[in-house]
């Protein structure tokens, strides 16, 4: 699953990065985002690459909401399956938060070379506003060891392919939403705050010291 990124650095630098014309200003730094904010998301129509405000979650009645969006089936699914077809976007981040199951120790993620990164996204337009979710995939060797899914994250070369608005087939769209390469991604520990939507600080990324497990500390007896 992706439930909590980060956006920091320049607007600017961003905005250039992802080849985007406007709507730069919809890029705040956040070291906590979760889902139901409002996040930029990229999308490309015949005047160019644009940025724009979504709200993080296809609203679901009866449940939360539906903030990912799994790439086996996104392309079966009614919630899904149409915006999949016509409304895909990039969900752009600087790094993302998951948590090791075993421990909940939450861990940072961020491309080893620093650059931003481009979740694959879908859209739709409700009411006033639009809303987005994140695919997800399984995970490559960067993320395996702390978690069974990893946000799909499109490479440059693929985001025109991604971004174009003609339906894709489906073998299309799977050959996408497929794992980055493994070496993509870099991952430290951080502090346990991150846990809390309350806390919203640069801190929150920084390396720290993970607390020793109950195993670890009071090893079973051979």
């Known amino acids: 699953m992706c439930g909590r990124f980060v956006r920091k650095g320049e607007s600017k630098k961003v905005a250039e990065a992802l080849g985007v014309q406007d709507g730069e200003e919809n890029w705040t730094e956040s070291y906590n985002v979760a889902p139901g904010s409002t996040v930029p998301i990229v999308r490309d129509d015949p005047t160019g690459r644009h940025m724009a405000p979504a709200v993080w979650g296809f609203t679901s009645s009866g ?7 799994r790439a086996e089936t996104v392309d079966s699914l009614p919630s899904f399956r149409d915006h999949l077809r016509v409304n895909r976007c990039l969900v752009p981040a600087s790094g993302f938060y998951e948590w ?7 861990f940072y993620f961020e491309r080893v070379d620093g650059l931003p990164l481009a979740f694959a996204g879908i859209w739709k337009r409700v009411g006033d506003h639009l809303e987005a979710t994140v695919i997800t995939t399984t995970p490559n060797r960067d993320m395996s060891a702390i978690h069974d899914r990893m946000p799909v994250i499109l490479s440059s070369d693929r985001w025109s392919n991604w971004l174009n608005p003609d339906p894709l087939s489906s073998a299309e769209s799977q050959s996408l939403l497929c794992p980055s390469p493994d070496g993509t991604l870099t991952r430290w520990p ?11 600080t640069q801190g929150l990324i920084e390396r720290v010291e993970p607390q020793p497990t109950a195993q670890e500390l009071f090893p079973m007896s051979s």
């Open 100 to 106: 090791r199951p075993s421990d909940r120790q939450p």
């Open 63 to 69: 449940r939360g909401p539906l903030f990912n969006a």
């Open 190 to 200: 951080v502090s346990r705050a991150v846990g809390s939507i309350r806390n919203d």
